[in-house]
């Protein structure tokens, strides 16, 4: 049986289970566990925590969390062909690693965590912004989770911590800076994957806030940003005509001038519009 000082390298691991990367499940895997070891370690503290993973594939990270000393991983893969690969590791560390076969998507992965809980993943681009954006927006804050620390491709990265005025500026960064302290905490160049992918990734870490930084519905909130940033050069007296009476007053009223462009506007102004529309 396989003891945490004798599981085998990650290439062997690929090469005796015959995980050759499926492009379809964005499967580009990080085999150095010095590396996973380092993005393990920027999730901060594991120790007391259960970690949920999502997309262990061959296990490289799942090694390095269980190193670093979560009191659990609850890991879910899509993919059947690492289960017994994922299995090794789960008789290295006996009663701390619980594998979920299936979609993260689909899943009800909340059911499986006792909290404190972090989420840790180094997933497909496309399930890592839809994870993201569900994680963010639950039906009620503070949400089941504490901390997610994920990979994204760069430039999705930059959209999440970016400032105003800056190109990346938008939705994502409101919605992730209104609810959470977000920051980028390591870059990788495509050759620390296998295989390679075509742009640069970052793992951007997240700290959930007690309460959003500032009150605001968050259905109005929503609105209000996706009509701003929909025509996004467009000055807000023009991108937001119609959607709600006296719009030139309540922009005022917020500190914002009606002439002001929606990648202009700070999250304390788009908040405080918000409020201003709440008020009917
Ligand atoms: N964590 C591993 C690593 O760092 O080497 C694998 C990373 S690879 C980028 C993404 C992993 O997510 C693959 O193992 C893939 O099979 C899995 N995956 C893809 N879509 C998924 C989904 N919807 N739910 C769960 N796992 C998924």
Redesign the pocket.
């Known amino acids: 049986m396989a003891t945490i000082d004798n599981l085998p390298p ?1 290439r062997a691991v690929i090469a005796e289970h015959g995980l050759s ?2 492009k379809q ?7 150095d566990l010095n590396l ?1 070891a380092r ?1 393990a370690r920027s999730a901060g503290d594991l120790t007391g925590c259960d970690v949920l ?10 090694r390095g969390l269980l190193a670093e000393g979560a009191r659990r991983v609850v890991a ?4 059947d062909r ?1 289960l017994p690969a994922l299995a090794e590791i789960a008789a290295a560390y006996p009663g701390r690693l619980e594998v979920l076969s ?6 009800p992965l909340a059911d499986h965590l006792i909290g404190p809980v972090k989420i840790v ?4 681009y496309n ?1 890592g912004t839809e994870l993201l954006i569900r994680w963010l927006t639950p039906p009620s804050w503070p949400p089941f989770w504490q901390s997610l620390t994920l ?1 994204f491709q760069r430039e999705v990265a930059e959209r999440i911590v970016a400032q105003p005025r800056t190109d990346h500026y938008g939705r994502l960064a409101l919605l992730a800076q209104w609810r959470a302290d977000a920051k980028i905490v390591l870059s990788l160049p495509p050759e620390a ?1 296998v295989p390679a992918p075509k742009v640069h990734s970052a793992v951007v870490h997240l700290k959930a806030l007690a309460e959003p930084r500032y009150p605001a519905d968050a259905a109005i909130l929503s609105r209000i940003t996706a009509q701003a940033f929909n025509q996004r050069r467009k000055m807000l007296r023009s991108s937001l005509k119609g959607q709600f009476p006296d719009l030139e007053d309540r922009l005022l009223a917020s500190g914002i001038q009606p002439t002001q462009r929606a990648e202009e506007v700070s999250l304390e102004q788009f908040c405080a519009l918000a409020r201003a529309v709440a008020q009917g």
């Open positions: 990650l990367a499926k499940l964005g499967q580009n895997f990080l085999l996973t993005i993973e999502v997309g262990p594939g061959p296990g490289g990270l799942t879910v893969e899509k993919d690492c299936g979609d993260a998507l689909a899943l993943a180094n997933l497909p399930v990979m994957f």
